[in-house]
């Protein structure tokens, strides 16, 4: 018997500084089941800034925000939520600090980990960064779906520690410059239990008024509980 089909699609939104209405309605046209948010509110009234973002797409957040500084979870009412949790990664003098949200979930036939987070653009914190957050990915166990924004391509030493033992779509297009394109930053990552049914990078222009980033979507089969 086939688990359970899931949309999830991985966003950097930009600190929604770019046209708010866009990015509502490149969201809803997708209708995901699992939103991974990166950039998402972090600072003042963050609470309320997330639950906004949430409501206005119609979803509901499962984890993130400020403890997983700007790393959101959100799922749709499909998603029944059991466990959320986030993680920081060491804090480098004059960086930003970063970390990674973290969800368990199931929906009818099927469970998964999700997570997500944001990597630094600094090519020395990168590969320490993506090391941690692989450490933890491996403690989850069944299904798990990483998604983020990178801020490299495959091939780098980060994006190599995050693929590793997971599956990708490789010939996926470039994510970054939303307004022209050239840098494939922003993936999503799954165990091989997880079957990939469509993987793509939305390029609409409501996608490149949204935010400096175009969203990917993956669509997947959970191994059947």
């Known amino acids: 018997m086939s688990g359970?089909?899931?949309?999830?699609?991985?966003?950097?939104?930009?600190?929604?500084?770019?046209?708010?209405?866009?990015?509502?309605?490149v969201i809803r046209e997708?209708?995901?089941?699992?939103?991974?948010?990166?950039?998402?509110?972090?600072?003042?009234?963050?609470?309320?800034?997330?639950?906004?973002?949430?409501?206005?797409?119609?979803?509901?957040?499962?984890?993130?925000?400020?403890?997983?500084?700007?790393?959101l979870l959100l799922v749709s009412l499909r998603v029944a939520v059991h466990e959320t949790w986030c993680m920081r990664y060491p804090l480098t003098p004059g960086r930003h600090l970063r970390g990674a949200a973290f969800a368990r979930g199931s929906v009818r036939g099927g469970q998964f980990t999700v997570s997500g987070s944001h990597l630094a653009t600094d090519p020395a914190e990168r590969p320490v960064q993506a090391?941690?957050?692989?450490?933890?990915?491996?403690?989850?166990?069944?299904?798990?779906i990483a998604a983020a924004d990178l801020n490299e391509g495959p091939g780098g030493g980060a994006w190599r520690t995050v693929e590793d033992g997971f599956v990708s779509f490789p010939e996926a297009p470039p994510t970054f410059p939303a307004?022209?394109?050239?840098?494939?930053?922003?993936?999503?990552?799954?165990?091989?239990?997880?079957?990939?049914?469509k993987y793509e990078v939305v390029e609409s222009e409501q996608a490149r008024r949204a935010s400096d980033h175009l969203p990917v979507v993956a669509d997947v089969q959970l191994p059947s509980t």
């Open 179 to 197: 307004t022209l394109p050239n840098r494939r930053i922003d993936g999503i990552f799954l165990t091989p239990d997880i079957t990939i049914e």
């Open 131 to 144: 090391a941690l957050w692989k450490q933890e990915l491996s403690r989850a166990e069944g299904p798990v």
């Open 30 to 71: 997708l209708a995901p089941d699992v939103l991974v948010v990166q950039e998402a509110p972090r600072r003042f009234r963050w609470r309320h800034k997330c639950a906004a973002l949430a409501d206005d797409v119609g979803m509901v957040v499962a984890a993130g925000g400020l403890p997983s500084l700007g790393n």
């Open 4 to 25: 359970a089909r899931l949309r999830v699609v991985s966003y950097n939104v930009h600190g929604l500084k770019d046209d708010r209405a866009a990015l509502t309605g």
